[in-house]
């Protein structure tokens, strides 16, 4: 077995000067979404699953989806709609579609949608993940994976339907607790545990401020100053300690569109973990201010960064947590990434 896990390392730039003379580094440079050896095919789609959620975002996912099947007639593709109508009914939906040769499945809505729409296709029985691609409409909050995919609007990701440009992604398989049951899920963005998840859980009671419930959910949290005892397994190489946040990462940005782990790339068969230590508030404020700077936190010195295929995090106590932007269960936690796993439009 190797001495210890895979570290990231990131190069540090030649530093420059603020125009009162103070030296910093500049942010890191952001790697594609894709790697180069990245897989590519066409896909021609005869009917589109459209998959709606008419509550993300600012509610206008009804109306997003109409444009979006108005467009594809245009180009002679059938439309079928499927409007969720409560949380997770967009895993039961892809669960139970009739798909066939020449479908593809698109999601109108956020990160979270988008996960639940995986989940329910990762978890049918008939391979389907395999050969039908799936196609992303942001429609959310902070569409971060749509962000990362460089998809603009809802007309560009029809476009891309039309266009039939397919790549293959990572998914983690993620196993939690939840109301004393297993639960599965498949995440295709990031998974959060500790500051991020109690940011993100205060941050829901604020939906009404918009994007600034995030950044006023950070603030509350670091003044909390909460910290937790964890073990975390990295490809069975255990680190154990107080942690404040592990950053779990399929892709660059998270949240608010945060540039949380630079390197990540949605098809290297592996994911991204950051870990912040035990440090006192007046640090972890610094290091969020460096995160909001395009991803500076990466030179702090109380930051981490680890590359792994599987990872399990346990706590004494249950502790919450977060995938795709989703408050869903509880630790411990077990994590998979099953490389190439599902289709998307690019």
Known sequence: MAEGPERVIFDEPEPKKTFFGRSYFPPPEKVP??????????????????????Y????????????????????????????????????TIAQELDLEEGDSVATVGGDGTFC???????????????????????????????NDMEITDYMDATERIVRGRVRLIDIAETKYDFEDQRVTRYSHNLVGWGLGVDSNILAEKMRFLGPLRYDIGVLLSILR?????????????????????????????????????????IDDGKMDLGIIYHIGRFKI?????QLK???SHVWNPNVEFYRFKTL???????????????????????????????????
């Open 56 to 91: 993300s975002g600012k509610k206008k996912g009804l109306e997003v989806g109409s444009i979006v099947e108005k467009e594809l007639f245009n180009y002679k593709i059938e439309v079928k709609k499927h409007i969720t109508n409560e949380p997770n009914h967009a895993i």
């Open 116 to 146: 639940e729409v995986i989940s329910g296709f990762m978890s049918r029985n008939d391979g389907s993940h395999n050969s039908i691609p799936l196609a992303l409409v942001p429609a959310g909050t902070g569409n971060s994976q749509a």
């Open 293 to 295: 700077a395009k991803g």
């Open 33 to 54: 979404h894709f790697s180069n050896l990245q897989f590519k095919e066409e896909y021609r789609s005869r009917k589109v699953h459209l998959i709606i959620n008419p």
């Open 285 to 289: 404020l610094k290091l969020f201010n």
């Open 312 to 346: 399990r995090i346990e706590t004494a106590d249950p502790t919450s947590i977060n995938i795709d932007g989703e408050n869903l269960g509880t630790t411990p936690l077990e994590i998979k990434v099953l490389p190439s796993a599902v289709k998307v439009f690019h």
């Open 225 to 265: 100053g909460r910290v937790r005892k964890a073990k975390c397994f990295i490809d069975g190489h255990l680190i154990e300690s107080n942690f404040v946040l592990l950053l779990i990462q399929n892709t660059c940005t998270g949240g608010d569109r945060l540039r949380l782990a630079p390197k990540a790339q």
